[in-house]
C-alpha cells in the first residue's frame, strides 16, 4: 500500500508562508492499494490539488470514505474534477447523522446547491454512487478492505482502518480521547467512567497493530484545557495511543491552523521531551503535504 497526504490542517485551510512546509490545505490522504484502487480519505481542501494528477487514469473509480461532515472534510468535494468528466464513478461511503436525521448523501448534496455551488448534482457528467455506512461495517475495495469504528466527535465520526496484502493503516478523522464529563461527586460520574474505559479500550482493540496510525492531533497540552471537548486530540494522547496499540508508524495530522510550521516541530519536539523514547516504540512523523510513504 501507498499513502500520500494532500491535506494536513485542520479546521480551515491555510494557504502563506508561515505553512508552506508542511502544507496548508485541509484534510484529504490518497491511498492506494497494492493493486492500485483508489481510496480517499476524506474531501477536504487537499482533493483539489489530488484531482489535478488523476487525468492520466481517466475514466476511473474512486472509492471516497467520509470520516464526517465538518466543513474541513469536505469542502474540496464540489471542485473534485473528475465528477465533471463523463465515464468516472465517485463511490462515496459515511455515515448517516443521527442528530440531524440526514444520510451521507443528503448532507453531502447540499453542497451542490445554488446558494453554495454554481453546479448542481443532477449537472455532475461522472456517476456518484453514495454508501451510507453500519459502525463496523466492511466495505472490499478492489484488494483492499475497509472497516470503520465510531470515534469521539461532535458529530459522529467514523475511524477507517484499512487493510491490504497484510498490511493496514487506521485514520482516526476527528478524535478526542473520552474523558469523564461528569465530577467525581455526580452519580453518573461511575457509570459513564466504565463506559469510558470500555470505549477507549474498544478502540485501541481496533487499530491494535497496525502499520500506520494517523491521527487527528490538533492541540498540545498547553492548547487543550481551553478546548476540551471541542473533539480533537493532543501529541500525548496519540503517543500514548500508539503506544498501547502497538503500532509501528504514527503520523501527527490535522494541524492547528494557527500554528506556523516552526510552531508545529517545536511543539512535537517538546512532545517527544515529555515522552522520551522506549525500545519498540513507533515511529513519529509530522504529516506534511506531498509526502509519500509506502508500506
Known amino acids: 500500500m501507498k499513502i500520500k497526504f ?15 512546509r508542511y502544507g496548508g490545505n485541509t484534510t484529504c490522504i490518497e491511498v492506494r492499494s497494492d493493486d ?6 476524506d474531501a477536504g481542501t487537499g482533493i483539489f490539488p ?13 472509492h471516497l470514505f467520509i470520516t464526517h461532515t465538518h466543513w474541513d ?40 446547491q445554488y446558494c453554495y455551488f454554481p453546479v448542481r448534482e443532477a ?15 466492511t466495505v472490499v475495495t478492489g484488494s483492499a478492505t475497509v ?18 496484502q497484510g498490511k493496514s493503516v487506521f485514520f482516526t478523522g476527528d478524535h478526542e480521547h473520552l474523558y469523564n464529563i461528569y465530577e467525581p461527586d455526580d452519580e453518573e460520574f ?28 490538533s492541540y498540545t497540552l498547553e492548547d487543550y484545557p481551553a478546548k476540551k471537548g471541542w473533539g480533537h486530540g493532543t501529541f500525548d494522547a496519540n503517543i500514548a495511543l500508539a503506544r498501547e496499540a502497538g503500532v509501528k508508524t504514527l503520523f501527527f495530522t490535522h494541524h492547528e491552523p494557527t ?10 519536539a517538546e512532545a517527544m521531551a515529555r515522552n522520551p523514547r522506549r525500545p519498540g516504540d513507533p515511529q513519529f512523523l509530522l504529516a506534511r503535504e506531498g509526502l509519500v510513504y509506502e508500506l
Open 6 to 20: 494532500w491535506g494536513v490542517r485542520g479546521s480551515i485551510a491555510t494557504p502563506g508562508a508561515s505553512t508552506v
Open 36 to 41: 492500485n484502487d483508489l481510496i480517499i480519505l
Open 50 to 62: 489530488l484531482a489535478l494528477t488523476l487525468f492520466s487514469e481517466l475514466p476511473l473509480t474512486c
Open 73 to 112: 472534510h469536505i469542502q474540496g468535494l464540489p471542485f473534485f474534477i473528475p465528477n465533471f468528466i463523463p465515464g468516472n464513478t465517485l463511490r462515496i461511503h459515511g455515515a448517516y447523522d443521527p442528530i440531524a436525521r440526514r444520510d451521507i448523501r443528503d448532507i453531502l448534496s447540499g453542497q451542490l
Open 123 to 137: 449537472e455532475l457528467k461522472a456517476r456518484l454512487e453514495y454508501v451510507t455506512l453500519r459502525e463496523r461495517q
Open 147 to 164: 472497516t470503520n469504528i465510531l470515534m469521539n466527535h461532535p458529530v459522529l465520526n467514523f475511524g477507517y482502518r484499512i487493510e491490504c
Open 190 to 217: 461511575t457509570e459513564y467512567g466504565l463506559f469510558m474505559n470500555q470505549k477507549n479500550q474498544s478502540i485501541i482493540d481496533f487499530i491494535r497493530g497496525v502499520d500506520v496510525l494517523i491521527a487527528d492531533t
Open 259 to 268: 500554528r506556523s510550521d516552526d510552531a508545529l516541530e517545536r511543539a512535537l
